[in-house]
């Protein structure tokens, strides 16, 4: 007999072991085995709970997003009014953001989504969402919020991925990205 309750704390520990187990591969070459044996479940009951390991990726990726996204949110109320742009730029280089497991997960995930219709959808998500806060926030403060966003938003992935790649953490990535923004908003 299945036991009541399970079900949530099951998924939760195989979505974190999966984050885990491809932050340690370095990439998507894991196993659903693997990723069960870490969760302390068979692989058939990870299987049940997802369907394979794209579909427990994915999962994955969905919780590293809400992480993302509670960053977010909470960057926003600990801000003063009037920096919401600057808000929403350090929460995009957070400590969370750059945990090793972390940094694995978001690398495989842009390369899972030149593939994978599902993963290209929820990549799709959090750009759009990305450029549409960061749009707002430019509002009254650029000519152009949309077009800024646009450039604003690969600004912060291409730093993003420079200083995970470099190792490099936050240290000052946040700052250059902020600083970025106001030229820009100025030349506007």
């Not at 009541?4 to 932050?23: N, Y």
Request: charged share 20%.
């Amino acid at each position: 007999m299945p036991k009541i309750g399970q079900e949530p704390i099951r998924r939760a520990a195989l979505v974190s072991a999966t984050v885990e187990e491809i932050g340690q591969a370095g990439s998507l070459d894991v196993t659903v085995g693997q990723i069960a044996k870490r969760a302390g479940m068979s692989s058939a009951l990870a299987h049940h709970y997802f369907g394979g390991k794209s579909q427990i990726f994915l999962a994955a990726m969905r919780h590293i997003l809400t992480e993302y996204a509670q960053e977010v949110r909470a960057a926003l109320a600990s801000y003063p009014e009037g920096q919401r742009l600057e808000a929403i730029i350090h929460a995009n280089f957070a400590d969370s953001c750059f945990q090793a497991a972390t940094i694995s997960a978001w690398l495989n995930f842009y390369v899972l989504a030149q593939r994978d219709k599902d993963a290209a959808r929820l990549l799709n998500v959090y750009q759009r969402r990305l450029r549409s806060n960061l749009s707002v926030a430019l509002r009254g403060r650029s000519a152009n919020p949309k077009q800024d966003a646009e450039t604003l938003s690969a600004l912060i992935d291409g730093v993003y991925l420079r200083a995970a790649l470099a190792g490099e953490g936050v240290s000052g990535a946040a700052e250059r990205v902020v600083r970025a923004a106001h030229a820009l908003t100025k030349e506007g």
